[in-house]
C-alpha cells in the first residue's frame, strides 16, 4: 500500500509524526505537508505563484517534504508526478483539533482527503479532539497513538471495502488507548456559531476586527459524530462531494428559470 501523508497543521507538527510511524507498519508512506500551519485553508489552491517543494526534517528528526501551498496542492503535486510516487490512498492528519459536524466545510485536513477522490484514490482525514489548536497545546497530554493505530488498521480496510468516490474522517477524544470506549459509524452533526463582531486595534492604532472569538454549539442528536466522541468513542463518517440537492431538483423546475431570461420588461 502506497500512502501519501499530508496534514494542514504543517510538516513541524507532532501529529503528523504519529500518523506516519503508525502507517509505515502496514505500508510505504510520502509525506508531504505545507511548509506553514495551513489550518481553516478548505479546499485553497494555489494560483498565479510556483510552489516549492524542499526536504524538511519533522518533529522526530526524519525527513519529509515541505510545500509552500496548500493541503490540497501537496497531495495533486504528487499526483502529477512529483517524486515518482503513485498513492494507493490519502491519509490527512493527525490534526491538532476536532473536525466535527459541520467544521469539516472549513478544514484544510479533510479537504486534502477530499483530493483523493479528485485523483481517484480513497482518503481518511484524521483529527484528535483537544479544545486549544496548534501550536497552542502545551498544556495539554496529546493522546496521538492511539487513533494513528487505528487508522492504520483502517487504511487497510478502506483500501479493500470503500466504494469509490468518498472518504472517511475520523474523529477521536483525546484519551490513552485503556480509556477509549470503543468506535462507531457515525453522521455528521450540526453546529450553531455564537461569535461577535468586536473591534480591536492594533499597536499603530488600526482598526481590525475579530469575528472567530466564542467556541461554537452543537445540536444534540443521536448518532453523530458528537456525540460519538462525547462517550468516549472513536468517530467514523463516511462523506462525498455529491453536493446537488437532488430533492430540490424538482421544486426548481417549477420556477421556469428559462423564462428569466426573457427581457419583456416585465419584474
Not at 503508525?22 to 498565479?48: C, H, K, M, W
Not at 526536504?55 to 503535486?77: H, I, K, N, Q
Not at 455529491?242 to 428559462?258: C, I, N, Q, R
Request: hydrophobic share 40%.
Amino acid at each position: 500500500m502506497r500512502i501519501v501523508l499530508t496534514n494542514d497543521d504543517g510538516i513541524d507538527a507532532a501529529g503528523l509524526v504519529a500518523a506516519r510511524r503508525a502507517l509505515e507498519e502496514v505500508g510505504e508512506v510520502l509525506t508531504v505537508a505545507p511548509d506553514r500551519n495551513r489550518s481553516g485553508i478548505a479546499r485553497a489552491i494555489s494560483f498565479g505563484a510556483p510552489l516549492h517543494v524542499e526536504e524538511r526534517e519533522m518533529a522526530d528528526g526524519d525527513l519529509g517534504y515541505a510545500c509552500t501551498g496548500t493541503p490540497v496542492d501537496c497531495v495533486r503535486l504528487v499526483a502529477l508526478g512529483l517524486m515518482n510516487y503513485k498513492p494507493d490512498i490519502v491519509v490527512s492528519g493527525i490534526n491538532h483539533g476536532e473536525n466535527l459536524g459541520d467544521d469539516i466545510t472549513y478544514s484544510g485536513t479533510v479537504a486534502a482527503a477530499f483530493e483523493g477522490i479528485v485523483i481517484g484514490v480513497p482518503g481518511i482525514a484524521i483529527s484528535l479532539c483537544v479544545e486549544r489548536p496548534w501550536p497552542h497545546h502545551d498544556e495539554v497530554t496529546l493522546h496521538f497513538d492511539p487513533v494513528a493505530r487505528f487508522t492504520a488498521r483502517l487504511a487497510k480496510t478502506v483500501l479493500k471495502e470503500l466504494p469509490q468516490g468518498r472518504i472517511l474522517t475520523v474523529n477521536a477524544p483525546n484519551l490513552p488507548e485503556g480509556d477509549l470506549k470503543g468506535a462507531r459509524v457515525t453522521k455528521l452533526g450540526r453546529r450553531f456559531y455564537t461569535d461577535e463582531l468586536i473591534e480591536v486595534k492594533d499597536e499603530k492604532g488600526r482598526l481590525g476586527y475579530d469575528i472567530y472569538n466564542n467556541p461554537p454549539g452543537r445540536h444534540e442528536e443521536e448518532g453523530t459524530d458528537f456525540a460519538a466522541v462525547e462517550a468516549g468513542e472513536i468517530s467514523v463518517t463516511p462523506i462525498h462531494l455529491k453536493l446537488t440537492d437532488e430533492a430540490g431538483l424538482e421544486e426548481l423546475e417549477s420556477w421556469d428559470v428559462k423564462g428569466l431570461l426573457s427581457n419583456n420588461g416585465s419584474s
